[in-house]
């Protein structure tokens, strides 16, 4: 298959847009970004075109996708009750990075939820991808555009280093604002709770509706017989080649480890890398430091791009600084951990 990529400029949105909506209406899958990372979409009524999905990144099938929605009225059609807590946030946080666990309606294909009752509803906030959902007609099933496994997509490009061959259209719309997927909140429980924090932060949801809790899934690597709640969540996440370790402590203490570690590996003939705040950029001895920017907020837009930056120089280890885990830290560490296997020393 020739993937088509399309780079939007000042004039030519209308026709792009009108070009991907056709592929998806015929059930095929087309690429475009959102506030988050990159999707892929496929015509979220549509069970065979989501069976594209799974085929092209590889996905396992009990993992459900998000379907996306360009317009409220659509939310209507496609679950069967929205508690109270729910519309309240809704009506602060939609659209935009936060998606929403209810009970489906008849009309969503069990299969595009992974065998469940329930499913995933997102309303981007991004222009594209609202213009592109509207254009379709239907809600967009849309995980992110990258093989399952690897580091998600906030560049069109990185889509493309994934995805060429194997999927229709890519729509070029620049990186990602957020750079990290969604918050995800189950909405079917009394108290709702948070499946994977993401830049709509814990502290926001509170301020709105009162008491959230994290799942466990959330915080730590779940044992054998446990299942998270969001089936993907159980699966090896954003890993790159490079094995990832984090560096939690003191800045002062976390500096002199990673740079003893860094003249072990050396002495190894191992290629190592570091990611860390700007401000400290100049003080790990390695070529290869990529900076997070100074803040969570920072880390979370470039982490990705980061991990794939060293797949490309085939470094072999990566040691990273770590964020405190409130506000939008706890979606950065999230990512972080998983992209370590959890491997965490404490200095
Ligand atoms: O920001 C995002 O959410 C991006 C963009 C493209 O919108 N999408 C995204 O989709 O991250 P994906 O498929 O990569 O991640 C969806 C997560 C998976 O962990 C999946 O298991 C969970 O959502 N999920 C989907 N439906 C679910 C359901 N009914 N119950 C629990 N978890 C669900
Ligand atoms: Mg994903």
Redesign the pocket.
């Given at each position: 298959m020739i993937t088509c990529f399309e780079k939007l400029d000042n004039n030519n949105t209308d026709e792009i847009i009108n070009k991907a909506a056709r592929i998806l209406k015929k059930g095929g899958l087309v690429a475009f970004p959102?506030e988050?990372?990159?999707?892929l979409g496929a015509n979220g009524l549509n069970a065979e075109a989501c069976r594209k999905i799974y085929e092209a990144k590889g996905r396992p099938s009990d993992?459900?996708?998000?379907l996306?929605i360009g317009d409220i009225k659509q939310l209507y059609d496609i679950v069967v009750d929205i508690p109270d807590n729910a519309k309240k946030l809704i009506d602060s946080f939609w659209p935009g990075?936060m998606?929403g666990?209810f009970n489906k309606s008849n009309i969503v294909p069990s299969s595009v939820?992974g065998g469940?009752n329930?499913?995933?509803v997102?309303f981007?906030s991004n222009e594209t991808a609202k213009k592109l959902i509207l254009a379709s007609g239907v809600p967009l099933a849309?995980?992110?555009a990258n093989t399952s496994g690897k580091p998600?997509p906030t560049k069109a490009e990185h889509v493309q280093h994934d995805m060429n061959g194997k999927i229709d259209m890519i729509i070029d719309g620049g990186e990602c604002d957020f750079g990290i997927?969604?918050t995800?909140v189950?909405f079917t429980e009394k108290i709702p709770v948070i499946?994977?924090p993401g830049a709509i932060t814990k502290e926001m949801l509170e301020n709105v509706v009162g008491k959230i809790v994290f799942d466990k899934a959330v915080y730590s690597l779940l044992s054998g017989g446990e299942k998270p709640?969001?089936?993907?969540?159980k699966y090896k996440h954003y890993a790159p080649e490079a094995d990832i370790v984090l560096v939690n402590g003191s800045a002062e203490n976390v500096v002199k480890k990673i740079n003893s570690l860094l003249s072990e590996d050396f002495k190894n003939g191992l290629k190592s890398g570091v990611m860390c705040r700007e401000s400290n950029l100049k003080l790990y001895n390695s070529k290869f430091v990529l900076s997070f920017g100074n803040s969570a907020d920072t880390a979370g837009k470039v982490l990705f791009d980061n991990l794939r930056k060293f797949d490309d120089i085939s470094i072999n280890k990566v040691y990273s600084e770590t964020f405190d885990e409130s506000n939008v830290g706890m979606a950065v560490m999230n990512r972080l951990k998983k992209a370590a296997g959890y491997k965490i020393i404490n200095v």
């Open positions: 959102t988050t990372v990159y999707g993992n459900p996708l998000i996306h990075p998606t666990i939820c469940l329930t499913v995933a997102r981007p849309a995980p992110s998600s997927e969604s995800i189950d499946l994977r709640k969001a089936p993907g969540m």
